[in-house]
């Protein structure tokens, strides 16, 4: 199984949206969503895609999935270089489709 790892992306001025938004869940919701990045590491992406910890969104573009209760966590990644990822942000999920705007907020970091 090929070693994969999760960085967080930082703008150039230090901003991690990502480890913000984290700060502001509960402490449930981010450690769950914590514990399905570690076990996606530890397992492999074959694994993860297997049970739904992870689901492709777009050219380059993942989502990392958690939920406790009824909160739905997800955390956009992209692929850098065999198995290094980058989180560009999380957000809370209330409708059934990613929202587009999350999906072009992600490119735009992918990008940057």
């Known amino acids: 199984m090929n070693k994969i790892s999760f960085e967080t992306y930082k703008r150039p001025n230090g901003h991690d ?3 913000e938004w984290l700060e502001t869940l509960s402490k449930k919701d981010s450690a769950k969503l914590l514990r399905t990045i570690e076990e996606t590491e530890r397992n492999g992406m074959l694994v993860a895609q297997r049970l739904k910890w992870v689901k492709k969104l777009d050219t380059n573009l993942y ?9 739905i966590q997800r955390a ?19 409708t ?3 929202p587009i705007n999350e999906l072009n907020h992600a490119k735009e970091l992918r990008e940057d």
Do not use: W
């Open 76 to 94: 956009i990644y992209f692929h850098v270089i065999h198995g290094r990822y980058v989180i560009t942000h999380g957000f809370t999920k209330k």
């Open 63 to 71: 989502e990392l999935r958690s939920k406790v209760g009824s909160n």
């Open 17 to 19: 949206e990502f480890l």
């Open 96 to 98: 059934e489709k990613t």
